[in-house]
Every structure is written in structure tokens, then in C-alpha cells.
T-cell receptor
């Protein structure tokens, strides 16, 4: 079954304690992305990756890092989390075929609370 | 830059009512347009899409037509069900800018729909 898997699904932690949210896809997709979803703001892109070792900033990259060492994994790293990073996070992937009609597949989300 | 504006919710309807959720966009070039749906506690799922002007996307009784002259992609359904209760997101993808990839999406803020029995 085609899946994008995020872990953890829920996390409550404290300011300044480094955390990593993992994302893995089993569809051999080249493209992966992280979004955060906040009330009244919709989804905003944090970082994206076109392929292994190729990452780029989205609209709201401050305070986040990512890496793409393998095609299937795209972890989101918060080196020093702060309360304004409390949010619902989604990882997504899609096939990067020119003019493809393949949709973007989303994970089920990770709800982070930073105290 | 590119942007998407959709009607603010929440929208509350009775079962079998007609649904319209307005979506307009600003973009250079010829974006592809999408509607995604997010059911409670889940990630987003593609509901329908249209890749060029006058295309009509349809799925599960929902429809939306890509109107370039009005830069709109309104979502409609003739008779909603309780199971349609969800948050709906309009989105666009500037595939030309990203080398043909349809991956980079710009989302509207979402419209929450509640359908009462």
C-alpha cells in the first residue's frame, strides 16, 4: 500500500530540547515536502526536496532543518524548538515526472506542542 | 507571487443541500489547480484536479471547473452528505517553475464544512 508515514503522531516537549520528526515514503518518489498547518493560515511549506541531497526552503523555513540522505526518508529537525513552532505538521511526497498528473500523497500528520 | 484565496468558513449545511466553496487564484503562467480534502484526524487527500483552462475535475459527486477568465476554481456538490464533513483546501501548482513537477503546492487557508443530518 502506498504510504507516507510520519512519526511521532503526537509529541509534547519543552523549549530548547532538540527533536526530529521522521517521514518515510514507500513509493520511490523523488519529491518530498514538509508543511505546517495553523488555524486561519492553512498549510504553509517549510522545506522541500526535489531528490536525494537536494533540499530548498519553502515559505516558513526559520527554525527548521531537513536532510535527504536517502530517497525514502525526509526528516524534519527542530534544533531548538520554541512555542511558536507548536503546530500540526504534514509530510508529503510525489513523483517528479515532467507534466505528471500524479497527486501529492500526505502523511497523517504530527501534532507538536512546545511548552 | 502566486496565491490562493478561498471562502472562509465554517460552512454548515443540512444533508442534501447544495454546496459551493469559492476559490480564486493569482498566478503567472498556467498553473494546475486542485481541491484537497482533510477528514478529521487525517492527512490531506486529493479530491479533484484540473490542469488547463475549461477543464472540469470531478470526484465523489464534487465538481470544479478551471475558469481562466475569472481565475476561479469553485468547488460544488449538488447534494451533500454527513460524511462530507471535512476541511477543504484549494491549491495551485506552478509546474512550469518547478521543472514540470506538480509537487510544490500553494494552499488556500481551508474551509471547514459541517453537514448536519
Amino acid at each position: 500500500e502506498a504510504q507516507v508515514t510520519q512519526n511521532p503522531r503526537y509529541l509534547i516537549t519543552v523549549t530548547g530540547k532538540k527533536l526530529t520528526v521522521t517521514c518515510s515514503q514507500n513509493m520511490n518518489h523523488e519529491y518530498m515536502s514538509w508543511y505546517r498547518q495553523d488555524p486561519g493560515l492553512g498549510l504553509r511549506q517549510i522545506y522541500y526536496s526535489m531528490n536525494v541531497e537536494v533540499t530548498d526552503k519553502g515559505d516558513v523555513p526559520e527554525g527548521y532543518k531537513v536532510s535527504r540522505k536517502e530517497k525514502r526518508n525526509f526528516p524534519l529537525i527542530l534544533e531548538s524548538p520554541s512555542p511558536n513552532q507548536t503546530s500540526l505538521y504534514f509530510c508529503a511526497s510525489s513523483s517528479r515526472v515532467p507534466n505528471s498528473n500524479q497527486p501529492q500523497h500526505f502523511g497523517d500528520g504530527t501534532r507538536l506542542s512546545i511548552l | 507571487g502566486n496565491s490562493v484565496t478561498q471562502m472562509e468558513g465554517p460552512v454548515t449545511l443540512s444533508e442534501e443541500a447544495f454546496l459551493t466553496i469559492n476559490c480564486t487564484y493569482t498566478a503567472t503562467g498556467y498553473p494546475s489547480l486542485f481541491w484537497y480534502v482533510q477528514y478529521p484526524g487525517e492527512g490531506l487527500q486529493l479530491l479533484l484536479k484540473a490542469t488547463k483552462a475549461d477543464d472540469k475535475g470531478s470526484n465523489k459527486g464534487f465538481e470544479a471547473t478551471y475558469r481562466k477568465e475569472t481565475t476561479s476554481f469553485h468547488l460544488e456538490k449538488g447534494s451533500v452528505q454527513v460524511s462530507d464533513s471535512a476541511v477543504y483546501f484549494c491549491a495551485l501548482s506552478d509546474a512550469v517553475r518547478y521543472g514540470g513537477s506538480q509537487g510544490n503546492l500553494i494552499f488556500g487557508k481551508g474551509t471547514k464544512l459541517s453537514v448536519k443530518p
